[in-house]
């Protein structure tokens, strides 16, 4: 990595970014501009599923595959709060305490972690977390530091984040034909396979093929990610009729 390059480079050069080679590039780049060890940057769009798609892109070690596994954590807290979160073990006397950002003291740990969250309009929702090992006694300045270009980058990263997942749910794939537009429509409220069959006058067997169908088509591992990529490609709504055939 170039290590000349400038935080305002990174940041245009972001922007620019459409894929996920480039991302984690300049993710890299940043963390190692404000001297973090480990990023986590994620990335979701909301639908009416209980599972909505969504895109990680951490740093490749042991600590940030930690990270992962507590990233439903890390989104939940970033859902509720607009200021960054700041974790770790702070001094109870610290300035940190009595800012505008959510503190989390955590007196045994042994690195500061800092979350932005980034929220946008429609149902969409990003943040990026950072953090790195640390001493109790630098804690303050290394947060104060790194508060104001983590937010920028937060916005700019989460942005190209989004904007890549949005392009992967559009990209059309093979077409689905009615049937399985149907099936998945009636799976989307969470209805067996079973009952599928008795609405539309099919075997068990035949709804499961419809569905498997669909979502080889759609690349999803499951039923739930095939019929929220059909919702977004609008092959999919509340308006989609059913019909024997």
């Keep these: ?22 991302i984690e590039y300049y993710c890299r780049a ?48 970033c859902m509720h709060s607009f200021t960054p979160i700041i974790t770790g073990n702070i001094d ?28 946008f ?24 530091s790194s508060l104001a270009s983590g937010n920028l980058f937060a916005k700019t990263a ?8 949005e392009c992967e749910l559009e990209t059309k794939p093979p ?7 149907e ?3 009636l799976a989307s409220d969470g209805t067996a396979p079973q009952q599928i069959a008795d609405q539309i006058g099919l075997s068990p067997h035949t709804v499961t093929f419809h569905l498997k169908k669909a979502r080889e088509k759609l690349k999803s591992k499951n039923i739930q990610g095939a019929i929220s990529k059909a919702m977004l490609r609008g092959d999919i709504s509340a308006q989609t009729g059913s019909g024997k055939g």
């Design 158 to 165: 989460s942005t190209s984040l989004l904007h890549l997942l």
């Design 121 to 144: 309009p429609v149902g969409k929702l990003a943040f990026l977390h950072i953090s790195t090992p640390i001493k109790k006694q630098d804690v303050e300045a290394k947060v104060l």
């Design 175 to 181: 077409y689905l034909s009615p049937r399985e537009k």
């Design 30 to 77: 940043f963390c190692q501009q404000v001297d973090f060890k480990h990023y986590l940057l994620f990335g979701s769009i909301f639908t009416s599923l209980l599972s909505p798609p969504g895109y990680a892109i951490g740093s490749p070690d042991k600590t940030i595959k930690d990270k992962k596994q507590q990233l439903e954590t890390i989104a939940l807290a």
């Design 183 to 185: 099936c998945l429509l």
């Design 1 to 22: 990595m170039n290590n000349a390059i400038s935080f305002d480079d990174i940041l245009k050069e972001m922007q620019r970014s459409d894929n996920k080679e480039q």
């Design 92 to 119: 109870k006397h610290s300035i940190l305490n009595n800012s505008l950002f959510k503190t989390c003291l955590v007196p045994s740990a042994k690195q500061i972690s800092i979350s932005f969250p980034v929220h």
